[in-house]
């Protein structure tokens, strides 16, 4: 009876899933496998908060597969010896998989295919990370778009598939062992590390939810840092619980949808440019910007990193990353922005920071969230824009309130104050119980000279 093995990744989830539809379609028996790949876990750049999420999207998934007569098979080691093992043990005459195009990923593919084909074993890959596959969407003169507004332009204009429906039965051979299910525990996490419920069920219940209402008004709560009005589907975007031709489908042709579905096509976009320049996941897009002499770790990436920089809106969002492994983007792009503009510091200590931290670290976004940052990527914020953090925090925290929750020394700084508490008197610093220097720390850079400082740097040191 023929066999088939499905390899899952990034793709923990049975709605729309291309690749274990065709195992199920093509043959008798299928093997759901996961390969806890010790590399990864052990990595430098991964967070608790993803290993509690894949936790508890793996359990998720093997309920789910249950309840259609099967389960998921996992095992330990390096997925080029696994998976052809697997298959050989089984049988297997096809291994499928979502082609996912980050670099790690390909590499990883490339050596999964090179061990199957000297084992005589067929693989098939289908698209699932994301909707449109990178190399799919070029200019007219056949290469990869640079810019987004035209890269969106394109993609829309391919059109999007429904997704694919569920398979009914999924049939795995008794005789196929598997480790268990890892717990938090087993992968050097604990349930306190935990952000949010991971899996398809919460993740299929946060679409619903935010479909069911908070996307009306996506367009104008988006940027306000207080507000709850983002999806919070981005750590299941990133390990595919929920899938993005899934979301995708729920939208409508009303500007707040639009203005959704362009940030998942800046999720594509930022994949098709990491697959078609590979190296930028080390070195900066633009030829412009190389060998800048940034600076490194020291007591302002320390300050940084802790929420103590003196800025408050800076300050708010980094410890909402400490505190919640997530945040807000507007807070992303504006502590982006003070590390590498007004500070001067590599914008790769930033990246691995976020990835070390948060829930939905994705090589793909966050190099392009940190590069457009930078102003060294495709498509970037200029170097000669730079973001005041005063008027970032006046205009998207007008009354304050994110910067009082995430930073409570400030919580009794009228709003007039608080996203520059160095403004007020001492006497005022008294009566609001903020006493700069002893409660929250005086900025640790001047917002002005450091603006001037990096105009100056990054006019000297760029390439013409
Ligand atoms: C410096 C920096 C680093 C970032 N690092 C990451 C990261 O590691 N992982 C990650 O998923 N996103 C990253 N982003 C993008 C964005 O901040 C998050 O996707 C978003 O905040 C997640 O919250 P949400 O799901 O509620 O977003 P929503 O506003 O509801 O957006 C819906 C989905 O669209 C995608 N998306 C939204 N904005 C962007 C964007 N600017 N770039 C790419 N995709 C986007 C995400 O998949 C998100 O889940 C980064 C942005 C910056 C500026």
Redesign the pocket.
Known sequence: MPTAVCWLRRDLRLHDHRALRAACAEADAVVPLFVLDPALVRGARVSRARLVYLSDALADLDARLRRRGGRLVVRHGDPAEVVPALAAEVGADTVHWHRDATPYAATREARVTAALDREGIAHREHDGVVIQPPGSVLTKGGAPFKVYTPFARAWRAQGVAPPAAEPGRVAVPDAVASAALPAPADLGASEADRALPGGEGPGLERLER?LDGPIEV?DRS?DLLATD??????????YGTVS?RQ?WAGLAEADAHRA?AD??I?????HHVLAAWPETAATEWSARFRDLPWGGPGPELDAWAAGRTGYPIVDAGMRQLAATS?????A??I??SFLCKDLLID?RH??AH??RH?V???????????Q??AGTGTDAQPYFRIFNPVRQGERFDPDGAYVRRWVPELAEVPTRWVHAPWTLGPLEQQAAGCVLGRDYPEPIVDHAAARQRALDWFATHARD
């Open positions: 935010f996506y988006r009005g983002t999806s919070r589907l981005s750590a299941d975007l990133h993005p979301v959704f940030e998942l800046f999720r594509e976009f930022y997530w945040m807000h983007n507007r992303r792009m502590v982006a914008w930033g990246e976020f990835l948060l939905d670290g994705d090589i793909a976004s966050n190099n392009g969230g940190w457009w940052a």
